[in-house]
């Protein structure tokens, strides 16, 4: 088992361009989302799926699309990238039951991105 | 969701039991104290869940006061490996969305 994949691990992206984070887990897990964490900060939630094609907003989901067409893979599209969107983005999975109830998730590695 | 506080930091010495605090005077009745722990650059990492009894796994032991307004997380013989930021998460048992609310947390340095 590979668990969590999240690449790149690591990005620069000008201000205004676009570019798609991946994430990928092979464990049939139903649940899967999106967290960033700025320096200093705990993780603020972006987007969840409960499912393949049932995704929803987090805390913080303005400047980001997400979509979820098969249960391994959840990408996250940064539309039009901002220096406020530098962070480190983390991927996580989890079985419904379990992610519903709090626990027994998966982190990816994360992918460190900068805007300039 | 009820607020945390944790101390910023703590300091433990490799082999001693690590006692880490949480305070959530506000919990209300259907909200567990979960805890989470996040190793340098490393995604988080799911420690223990309790609700009003104290529980205790392979990793370790969470306490809860009577009153559920606080509760401590030990680490019974703590390691360099152990040495990492631990947050404690209050919420309700169940959350459709799976959210969790981090704060800050508590970073824990195990020094030798």
């Known amino acids: 088992n590979a668990g969590v994949t999240q690449t790149p691990k690591f990005q620069v992206l000008k201000t205004g361009q676009s570019m798609t984070l991946q994430c990928a887990q092979d464990?049939?897990?139903?649940?899967m989302s999106w967290y960033r964490q700025d320096p200093g900060m705990g993780l603020r939630l972006i987007h969840y799926?409960?499912?393949?094609?049932?995704?929803d907003q987090g805390e913080v989901p303005n400047g980001y699309n997400v979509s979820r067409s098969t249960t391994e893979d959840f990408p996250l599209r940064l539309l039009s990238a901002a220096p406020s969107q530098t962070s480190v983005y983390f991927c996580?999975?989890?079985?419904?039951?379990?992610?519903?109830?709090?626990?027994?998730?998966?982190f990816g590695s994360g992918t460190r991105l900068t805007v300039v | 969701d009820a607020k945390t506080t944790q101390p910023p930091s703590m300091d433990c010495a490799e082999g001693r039991a690590a006692n880490l605090p949480c305070n959530h005077s506000?919990?209300?009745?259907?909200?567990?104290v979960y805890w989470y722990r996040q190793i340098h650059s490393q995604g988080p990492q799911y420690i223990i869940h309790?609700?009003?009894n104290n529980e205790t796994n392979e990793m370790a032991s969470l306490i809860i006061t009577e009153d559920r307004k606080s509760s401590t997380l030990i680490l019974p013989h703590a390691t360099l490996r152990d040495t990492a930021v631990y947050y404690c998460?209050?919420?309700?048992?169940?959350?459709?969305?799976?959210?969790?609310?981090f704060g800050q947390g508590t970073e824990l340095s195990v020094k030798p």
């Open positions: 996580a999975s989890s079985y419904f039951l379990q992610a519903a109830g709090g626990y027994g998730y998966t």
């Open positions: 464990m049939n897990h139903e649940y």
């Open positions: 799926s409960v499912g393949a094609g049932i995704t």
């Open positions: 506000t919990i209300s009745g259907n909200e567990y």
């Open positions: 309790g609700l009003k």
């Open positions: 998460i209050v919420r309700a048992s169940y959350n459709q969305g799976g959210k969790l609310i």
